[in-house]
Each structure stands twice: as structure tokens, then as C-alpha cells.
């Protein structure tokens, strides 16, 4: 069997057991002794070693979920009570119509005890930023979506106001763009630059959508590929490996950039990935790189499975690295 087909059923495998432990099917103790029992007989017969890779795969993606599930049931369990919670802004503030102000809190510590998950919070309106420490007081509801619980218009205490060094780089990368353009054309770049559509005014928001073009502020890895040909152009004689390290440099300060949405980690993972293959003289499969990508990254959070940014990001990596050529090579049309 090839090596690429082996990593292949190793990661559909991780995902295949991810996506048991979402419907709620559990069977990590029975998959890691039948992993242990074929990983043995592979010792004598490597026919067998693949299966059992597949297997161990398989009760990792199981017990990655049985953990995210349990974390997920402490928060749960508090559904209904009154709660004073403090915690970080993990992402960055979205203003809706109203004024409603809503963003999530993570690193969170209930009744003096560290909690694991986030929180989904509605607010009035108030001043916040990514980075801020709060404490909130209110009753806790089941959230929707990927938000397993949720906070509503709770009484809000702002803790620190201070930010890591992350964090305000981002701030005087956004205050920087704003110096220099005018605006709405400042909140319309950065919304083309990094995909925050709460930072473009209403009416501009609305014409978009009129026009059919809101999709250009949806931040994707064609940002990446622009991003990583520039550079390989710019840096061409300085010899391949300086363009590599320069473009995991910019990748990393993209995600930071961005916030590190669910598909800009995917779209980031690919390039990492498909930067390496070409520095070694590897080529991927594009069926390998989308589901080693996947695997990667729903194995790391399982709430990813259930994101549409995520499945919506995979489906069009898939449409052009696999569909598209297919549909080519069927009708005989040549690339232009």
C-alpha cells in the first residue's frame, strides 16, 4: 500500500472517530486493544500495521472528543444558575444593529475555580476589546450553534484593560491602516485584509450584500496564496530556504492578524504543508493534504466539525483541488 494512501485512511480514520464522538457513539477502551493486538501482529506481518494505525487513530479521535465532552458538561451542568464568571475576550467584539455588543469569554475561573470552555456573551453596549479581563454576573441559558452555553445581558465589571504583545501589535496594525486611509475605506481594507466585517459602517455592509459582493470581506486562503507567491517572487535569488522561514513568518503573523479563525487555521495549515512539500521536492496528493489538514485540525478541537466557516473552507479546497480538475480533464478543456 502507498505511503500517501496509508496517511490518508490514518486521518480519515482520526475523523471518522471524531465524528462518532459528536453523534455520541464511545468505543475508545475496545479500539485501543484491538489497535494493540494488530500493532503486535504487525511486529510479524507489516500488512497488519496500517489497520492498526488506523485503529489507534480512530480511539485518539474518540478520546479527544470524551474530553472535549466533558469539558463541555462542566459549563453545561451550570445552565440555569446564577453565576459571577471572570474571563478574557477571546475574540474580537461584534456590534449588531441595536448596539448589541457580542463577543466571547474564555479562560474562564467560576466561584473561584479555573473552568475549561468559553462562553458566548450578549451585552449592552460597552467599550471592549480582545484581550480585556471582565468579570460577569448573571444567569447562565444553553447557547446556540457551537456555543454551548450562553450569557445575556449580564452585569459587567472590566477587570484590566491591558493587552499582550500579540495583541497590541494588532491594534497598531489597525490603527496604522486608519491613519493612512480615510474612512469607510480604512474599515473596508481591513475588512479585505483580515476579513473583521463588524469594522465596516452599516450602509457599506448593506450595499455590499445588495450587490452581491459581501463575500469579498470573507478573509480565505486566496489572502494566503497572495501572501506566499509575493514573497517566493520578492525572494526568489535569496534563495529558497530565506523564502521559506519568510513566509512562515508572515503566515504566523496572519493568523495573529486575523484572530485565527477555523478557516484561516485550515487555510494556514495548507500552506505550511504545501510550502514543505515543495521544499523537499514532495508532491501532495490533494486528497492527502485535505484530509491531513482536516484531521489536524478537528482533532485538535472537535467544535471545528460543526463550524460552517471550517466545512465551508474544505469544500471549496476540495472543489478546486479535485473537482475542478476532474470536471477539466472529462470535458477535454485545457487550463488556461
Known sequence: MRRTTVISLICASLLAG???GRLGYFFVIPAVVAAVALTSAALRSRRLLPLGLMLLALALGQ??????????????????QQIT???????????????????????????????????????????????????????LKAGYGNDPVALSF?????????????????GRFFAGIRTALPEPIASFGLGLLVGIRALIP???????????????????????????????????RAGRSVALVTNFWLIGAFL?????????????LVSVLSLLAAFYGRAFHPVTLIL???????????????????????????????????VEARLHHPKL
Open 18 to 20: 471524531v465524528a462518532l
Open 256 to 268: 495573529v492578524i486575523t484572530g485565527a479563525s477555523a478557516s484561516i487555521v485550515r487555510a494556514s
Open 154 to 170: 449580564p452585569k459587567l465589571t472590566v477587570l484590566s484593560r491591558d493587552q499582550n504583545a500579540l495583541e497590541q501589535f494588532r
Open 63 to 80: 478520546y479527544q472528543v470524551e474530553s472535549w465532552t466533558s469539558d463541555r458538561a462542566r459549563l453545561t451542568g451550570l445552565i440555569g
Open 292 to 326: 491531513l489538514a482536516a484531521a489536524a485540525t478537528a482533532g485538535f478541537d472537535p467544535k471545528y466539525l460543526t463550524d460552517l466557516g471550517w466545512l465551508l473552507s474544505f469544500l471549496a479546497f476540495f472543489g478546486i483541488l479535485v473537482l475542478a480538475p476532474a
Open 202 to 236: 452599516k450602509d457599506l455592509q448593506e450595499t455590499l450584500t445588495i450587490v452581491g459582493l459581501s463575500h469579498l470581506v470573507a478573509v480565505s486562503g486566496y489572502n494566503l496564496t497572495i501572501i506566499v507567491r509575493a514573497t517566493d517572487r520578492l525572494l526568489q
Open 85 to 139: 464568571v471572570t474571563g478574557q475576550v477571546i475574540d474580537d467584539p461584534v456590534v449588531g444593529d441595536k448596539g448589541r455588543v457580542s463577543y466571547t469569554l474564555g479562560d474562564l475561573n467560576i466561584g473561584g475555580q479555573a473552568t475549561p470552555g468559553d462562553i458566548a456573551v450578549y451585552q449592552h453596549p460597552v467599550r471592549l476589546l480582545r484581550g480585556h479581563r471582565v468579570e460577569l454576573s448573571g444567569k
